[in-house]
């Protein structure tokens, strides 16, 4: 069955600086990836679609890469702030349905 | 919020209890879900829904039963609630290839 990894490990960032979210499948090829956010007590939020003909995709400070070779993508906060602290989750299509399967999440902090 | 709300918002059962949530949507979404979130395991899909009285199993449906009378309403029940979906539960909708999710309901099973 499709698995989807992302770091389980919490990624602290000094402001300003460049966070990398990593995110793994295995057993899988997607049509698309998604990137969302989730802060504490809240639902998750849609951030960013990539497909998998897309190399890249950017929206304001954040960059999204999608390698369906290695079977990854990283999402990029460039210049980031207090502000960007939340929870980060990618998403996959599952292939012939209208159905996501979701990584657990990794909780970014970035300090000032 | 893409108009979805979620009540209660909060509830403390016991087991053994049947409990029901309620999603509500105002802009007429074809598709509707719902997910359990517990640390370590992420959103895992229980239900969803592709129309009236169109309903499916997710990965972890063992346990609840969900019904759709109506476009606007999903509802998810615990027949017979237990301390392991003591968890908290949101509901999203799908447009085009995204999916926009409620506030979510915590549930606490004593």
């Known amino acids: 069955s499709q698995k989807i990894e992302q770091n389980s490990e919490a990624l602290n960032i000094q402001e300003g600086k460049t966070a990398t979210l990593t995110c793994n499948y295995t057993n899988y090829s997607p049509a698309y990836l998604q990137w969302y956010r989730q802060d504490p007590g809240r639902g998750p939020v849609f951030l960013l679609l990539?497909?998998?003909?897309?190399k890249e995709k950017r929206k304001e400070r954040l960059k999204v890469t999608f390698d369906t070779t290695l079977k990854q993508s990283l999402f990029h906060i460039t210049a980031s702030q207090p502000a960007d602290s939340a929870t980060y989750l990618c998403?996959?299509?599952?292939?012939?349905?209208?159905?996501?399967?979701f990584g657990t999440g990794t909780r970014l902090q970035v300090f000032p | 919020d893409a108009g979805i709300t979620q009540s209660p918002r909060h509830k403390v059962t016991e087991t053994g209890t049947p409990v029901t949530l309620r999603c509500h949507q105002t802009?007429?979404?074809?598709?509707m879900y719902w997910y359990r979130q517990d640390p370590g395991h992420g959103l895992r899909l229980i239900h969803y829904?592709?129309?009236?009285?169109?309903?499916d199993k997710g990965e972890v449906s063992d346990g609840y039963s969900v019904s759709r009378s109506k476009t606007e309403d999903f509802l998810l029940t615990l027949e017979s609630a237990t301390s392991s979906q003591t968890s908290v539960y949101f509901c999203?909708?799908?447009?085009?290839?995204?999916?926009?999710f409620g506030p979510g309901t915590r549930l606490l099973v004593l």
């Open positions: 990539i497909r998998e003909n897309e």
């Open positions: 998403a996959l299509d599952i292939l012939n349905t209208d159905k996501l399967i």
């Open positions: 829904s592709y129309g009236v009285k169109d309903t």
């Open positions: 802009e007429n979404h074809r598709y």
């Open positions: 999203a909708i799908m447009e085009g290839e995204t999916q926009y």
